[in-house]
């Protein structure tokens, strides 16, 4: 018999994480709600067209593809094998594949609004709490499935948008106790303008791929690359400036003038900047020119949300301008901006800060001993009262031991005892006891509501 196991680069999650997690949904969600985004869900997969080509060279590689119905089928098997060797062939093939799972919530969300844009009100404003799925090497922070959380918004080209999203970012971090996140932003406009200065727009993928990588791989490494890719030591060496832009948020600004100021896409992308940096002044943001987002649908402002330096984790976040999105689906001059929180990274950052809050991990709030059929009959009544009331409760399953009873409650971290026996039921009180402190107290059941309220 096999042993059970799931696969690589997937988790089940007990109660405790569970908890945990829905507390970090339940805050973007309410800051999301606040700032009047309304939530939607997508299907798991999507058309196989639908995703690729959308994410560049190195995302379309980690895109999970779903086997056509029937493959095994011996009316299909002809077609199969001619599948398989399309796909050696590096090519794609409807008669092998033509789902797939979906990477992310953006081309979906955009692949949406283009069906239903004769439907929605623009701006339309929305976020999505959902599972995606990359074929990715497993490591720390980084699986195979993981919960996505995303808000966009399209139909306006307003910077305010950049503006709004900047400050969920910073509302939500707060709350969820990340004082010393950093929020990075840069623009692909800037990146573009500095494709231009190098060559010309055909090098933009080039360029951005290998600046992706900086922080990994350090800047002799990326300039390495940047030669691989056909670049000339000149171009190189401009790029080399580029990266080496340093100092506070307004020096950087003054530098990155001087470099592409002359340039009108790089003007376009530092005024922009300028203004979000300015209307957003106290939510961390930190200008990085050498923020780049190897996404091919990026086309404005870009951000990229980090933990606090002292935990060792890549992106929490990011997102950014698309204007051309929904355009790739034949429903151009949709302007989009959006931003996605890591929420599995954030849950990591959360456990290893110790910043969950000690109520989080709370289920039942008090066990009600059996203590006999007669007895238990009497303290269901007691306990569904409590119930339609919002506290938490159950009654142990049968009638056994008391000890194995408060076993049973130390282990699932429930903090009161409830003992209703034949004198308790007599006298009209119950005896409750914290588990956590070990006090005892005898309470009324009139006013067992109020004691567990209090």
């Not at 979906?108 to 701006?123: D, E, I, Q, S, W």
């Not at 999203?165 to 910073?170: E, P, T």
Request: glycine share 8%; with cysteine.
């Amino acid at each position: 018999m096999a042993k059970p196991s799931i696969p690589q680069g997937t988790r089940d999650f007990s109660a405790d994480v569970v908890r945990k997690r829905n507390y970090i949904l339940s805050t973007l969600r309410n800051i999301f709600e606040l700032y009047g985004f309304e939530p939607l869900e997508t299907p798991a997969m999507e058309n196989l067209d639908t995703l690729m080509g959308k994410y560049g060279e190195e995302g379309d590689k980690l895109i999970f593809k779903i086997l056509n119905n029937g493959i095994n089928d011996p009316k299909n098997i002809d077609k199969s094998k001619a599948g398989f060797e399309k796909v050696l062939e590096g090519k794609s093939s409807s008669d092998l594949t033509e789902r797939a799972l979906k990477y992310d919530l953006t081309i979906p969300f955009a692949r949406h609004v283009a069906m239903n844009h004769g439907k929605l009100t623009f701006p339309y404003r929305r976020y999505q709490i959902q599972p995606v799925w990359r074929a990715d090497r497993p490591q720390k922070g980084r699986y195979r499935e993981f919960t996505q959380c995303d808000a966009d918004v399209v139909g306006s080209t307003h910077l305010i948008n950049e503006v709004e999203l900047s400050n969920i970012y910073h509302e939500a971090f707060i709350k969820l106790g990340l004082r010393d996140y950093e929020l990075k932003i840069n623009s692909r406009k800037i990146l573009a303008a500095l494709a231009t200065l190098c060559g010309g727009a055909a090098k933009l993928i080039d360029i951005t791929i290998a600046i992706d990588k900086l922080d990994k791989i350090g800047v002799e490494k990326v300039k390495e690359e940047l030669l691989q890719r056909e670049l000339s030591e000149k171009q190189v060496a401009i790029i080399e400036t580029y990266l080496l832009i340093t100092g506070s948020n307004e020096e950087k600004l003054l530098q990155i003038k001087e470099l592409l100021g002359h340039i009108e896409e790089g003007k376009k992308g530092i005024d922009e900047i300028a203004h979000v940096y300015k209307m957003a002044k106290n939510t961390h943001l930190q200008i990085d020119f050498t923020l780049a987002r190897g996404l091919n649908y990026y086309t404005g402002i870009i951000f990229e949300a980090k933990a606090p330096p002292d935990v060792k984790m890549g992106s929490i976040g990011g997102g950014g301008r698309y204007d051309d999105l929904t355009g790739l689906f034949d429903v151009p001059g949709i302007a989009g901006v959006g931003i996605s929180f890591g929420v599995d990274r954030i849950y990591d950052v959360l456990e290893e800060l110790q910043l969950f809050p000690t109520g989080v991990q709370q289920g039942t709030k008090a066990l009600f001993f059996n203590m006999g059929e007669a007895e238990s009959f009497f303290a269901f009544t007691i306990m569904q009262q409590l119930r339609s009331k919002g506290i938490c409760c159950e009654m142990y399953h049968e009638f056994t031991k008391i000890n194995k009873q408060f076993s049973y409650a130390e282990k699932k971290k429930i903090q009161y005892a409830v003992i209703i026996g034949s004198k308790e039921i007599e006298k009209n009180y119950c005896l409750v006891k914290n588990l956590t402190t070990g006090l005892q107290e005898v309470v009324v059941f009139e006013k067992l509501f109020d004691f567990f309220n209090k």
